[in-house]
């Protein structure tokens, strides 16, 4: 079965830094791209960075290119997003899931920018 569990969000003042993690089960998760993803009420969910497999970033959008980092432990099967100069325009649920092929997604983590 396959299980998307992510964690780490919380309150945080602009400027400030959060590590959000996703534990994925239920996939062959070594060899599988993935991604982190987020979404504002009442918005699209956005797609924010991407990760091979291997480990090498693919993709980071505009709005986080040069503050968020996206990372993996193969050997956890855990994804990371390190969120660095946060902005109040960061605030969302933040999700992980497959890059290519989207499978059920997990409960989200809320971040929150706010002074």
């Known amino acids: 079965q396959v299980q998307l569990v992510e964690s780490g969000g919380g309150l945080v003042q602009p400027g400030g830094s959060l590590r959000l993690s996703c534990v994925a089960s239920g996939f062959p998760f070594r060899i599988v791209a993935m991604s982190w993803f987020r979404q504002i009420p009442g918005k699209e969910r956005e797609l924010v960075a991407a990760i091979s497999g291997a480990g090498d970033p693919i993709k980071y959008s505009d709005s986080v290119n040069g503050r968020f980092t996206i990372s993996r432990d193969n050997a956890k099967n855990t994804v990371y997003l390190q969120m660095d100069r946060l902005k109040p325009e960061d605030t969302a649920v933040y999700y992980c899931?497959?890059?290519?092929?989207?499978?059920?997604w997990g409960q989200g983590t809320q971040v929150t920018v706010s002074s």
């Open positions: 899931n497959r890059f290519v092929t989207l499978v059920s």
